[in-house]
């Protein structure tokens, strides 16, 4: 399974970015693709997610609100459509998978697949 960030970029606080997440070779049934960040110095945190089966999401509370994710399962892409963002919201961008059911507050052990990360820098 191949997965593949992009999007990220340089944006003013208070704008926006569209992440693309484009996911290759799985053979599953069901999958949760989920986003993570990694600012320098800090772990990797869990923002969103979405499943395959039922739809479900998740949203960090540092997200909610101003973070969209949505899923193309024709195309085998996952969105993350970031609305007014905060300099706080600067760090690596990665997206993940795992064949299971239910999105959910998972953490990045969970996850099976990574894609490479793409850099959100949100500054003046």
């Known amino acids: 399974v191949q997965l593949q960030a992009s999007g990220g970029g340089l944006v003013q606080p208070g704008g926006s970015l569209r992440l693309s997440c484009v996911i290759s070779?799985?053979?599953?049934?069901?999958?949760?693709i989920g986003w993570f960040r990694q600012a320098p110095g800090k772990e990797r945190e869990g923002i969103s997610c979405?499943?395959?089966?039922?739809?479900?999401?998740f949203y960090a509370d540092s997200v909610k609100g101003r973070f969209t994710i949505s899923r193309n399962n024709a195309r085998n892409t996952v969105s993350l459509q970031m609305n007014r963002l905060k300099p706080e919201d600067t760090a690596v961008y990665y997206c993940?998978?795992?064949?299971?059911?239910?999105?959910?507050?998972?953490?990045?052990?969970?996850?099976?697949?990574w894609g490479q990360g793409t850099l959100v820098t949100v500054s003046s």
């Open positions: 070779g799985s053979t599953w049934d069901y999958d949760v």
């Open positions: 979405i499943s395959t089966d039922d739809g479900s999401t």
């Open positions: 993940a998978t795992v064949p299971l059911y239910y999105c959910s507050d998972y953490g990045p052990y969970k996850y099976d697949y």
